[in-house]
């Protein structure tokens, strides 16, 4: 695909279902006893390979419109699998039904595309072993993946080594068919859609502050959860493109509807504002327990900052867009904490030093930072991206492209659908000039 330059990007648009609360919601859906009425759900492709996975164990997922109704088995009332569990490209569905997976005594087996066999599940697999669960995985726990189950897990109290929400909700997941507490201390604040679901679907969860700094959540084991009605916000990762295609190109105007503010989930919005962007929230309201809000963008000229570290947990897919919006900024832009982005869909840090070099953006990466160097005017462009099968990264360069001073390209632009279809449309919808190369 490639994106042309444009003179600015003006109109409104609504943001895709959130999809961290879409798989949750068909997750608990299952979980609960009665019928779960889902509204907003992203039909992206990570997200139907979810329901296809929970479809697999004998829950009942129906799509009617625009509505999802899943009628679940239970909590330990999943049945074995007869195939193999193909989760594609998500990430999210391979680390958070393990921890269901895990608590149910048979043996089933996970794999995915390319990408998502090349990423490492060891951080969900040392947790769910001590629990007693036992696995058979490739070389340094990557996929495909075999999980031997066992109805008897032992609840336990588990400190992160890093911050990670998705191996918080696998730990979590697995304890509520354990007999007691499980616990997980966490070093960072993660986002904690799992918690506010569970609550609302009926578990009994406590969070409290733990002794290091940081949180410890537990969960009581066997709870009765029961079908709820959700409505899924809309995702501020995939708001973030818009937000920052308007934010680069002077004159824009831009109204992006119905984007979650979770505090947890919001960090790239309170950086680009420390970075001088005009940035509105609107009509601020609740739905679903998350809070949401408009947002109006207007283009303008941004500067350099210093991200801190403790920022990456609140902001760790928004790192690939916001490196964009410093390669327009005026001065450096320094980002730290970035470890877990080399266990993304690819190695993200390197992805995005790739595209920046690509397109003549001086920067410097290291073990865990990334700084950029912008001149306050558009950078070169004209160079090809290669997104390694990462939405992410092809969405983050085709931004990019809309305001540099050649067209930029990227290899493959098919992996977009697992997580925002109709991304280009959209754009395009904005003024933007995004199209098949």
């Known amino acids: 695909m490639v994106a042309r330059p444009v003179a600015r990007l003006q109109g409104r648009v609504s943001a895709p279902g959130d999809k961290s609360v879409s798989h949750r919601a068909l997750m608990f859906g299952a979980l609960a006893l009665g019928e779960t009425v889902i509204s907003g759900l992203l039909q992206g492709e990570d997200i139907l390979r979810t329901a296809a996975a929970l479809t697999?164990?004998?829950?009942?997922?129906?799509?009617?419109?625009?509505?999802?109704?899943?009628?679940?088995?239970?909590?330990?009332?999943?049945?074995?699998?007869?195939?193999?569990?193909?989760?594609?490209?998500?990430?999210?569905?391979?680390?958070?039904?393990?921890?269901?997976?895990?608590?149910h005594r048979f043996t089933s087996f996970m794999t995915g595309d390319g990408s998502l066999r090349r990423r490492p599940m060891q951080r969900v697999i040392e947790p769910l072993s001590r629990m007693g669960a036992r696995f058979q995985s490739r070389e340094g726990g990557r996929l495909p993946l075999a999980i031997v189950g066992t109805d008897e897990m032992v609840p336990i109290e588990y400190e992160l080594p890093i911050a990670s929400a998705q191996v918080k909700s696998c730990i979590l997941l697995a304890g509520l068919n354990a007999a007691g507490e499980t616990t997980v201390i966490e070093p960072a604040a993660t986002r904690d859609h799992t918690e506010r679901m569970l609550r609302h679907f009926g578990a009994e969860i406590r969070v409290a502050a733990a002794e290091k700094g940081g949180k410890r959540i537990t969960v009581a084991g066997w709870p009765e959860l029961k079908g709820r009605d959700l409505v899924v916000p809309g995702d501020p990762s995939s708001a973030a493109f818009a937000v920052v295609a308007a934010c680069i190109r002077p004159g824009s105007d831009v109204l992006v509807g119905n984007v979650g503010i979770n505090p947890l989930r919001a960090g790239l919005y309170a950086t680009l504002k420390e970075m001088g962007a005009d940035i509105a929230f609107q009509n601020e309201r609740e739905v679903g327990g998350e809070p949401v809000a408009d947002l109006h963008v207007k283009g303008g000229g941004l500067k350099g900052i210093d991200v801190p570290a403790q920022r990456a947990p609140s902001m760790i897919d928004e790192y690939p867009i916001l490196a964009v919006a410093a390669a327009f900024a005026e001065g450096t832009t320094h980002m730290q904490g970035l470890a877990e982005l080399r266990a993304k869909e690819s190695d993200r840090l390197s992805s995005v030093a790739a595209g920046l070099a690509a397109n003549g953006v001086a920067h410097e990466m290291g073990a865990d930072s990334l700084t950029v160097h912008g001149t306050g005017a558009p950078p070169p462009g004209g160079g090809l991206v290669k997104t390694h099968l990462d939405h992410r990264i092809a969405m983050s360069f085709l931004v990019m492209g809309l305001g540099t001073r050649e067209p930029v390209a990227v290899d493959d632009g098919s992996p977009i659908d697992t997580s925002f279809p109709g991304f280009a449309a959209l754009m395009n919808g904005l003024g933007a000039g995004i199209e098949a190369a």
């Open 56 to 103: 697999a164990l004998g829950a009942d997922v129906r799509r009617e419109g625009e509505v999802w109704r899943v009628r679940g088995f239970g909590v330990g009332g999943a049945c074995e699998p007869q195939d193999v569990l193909d989760l594609g490209n998500s990430g999210t569905s391979a680390r958070l039904l393990s921890g269901i997976l895990a608590s």
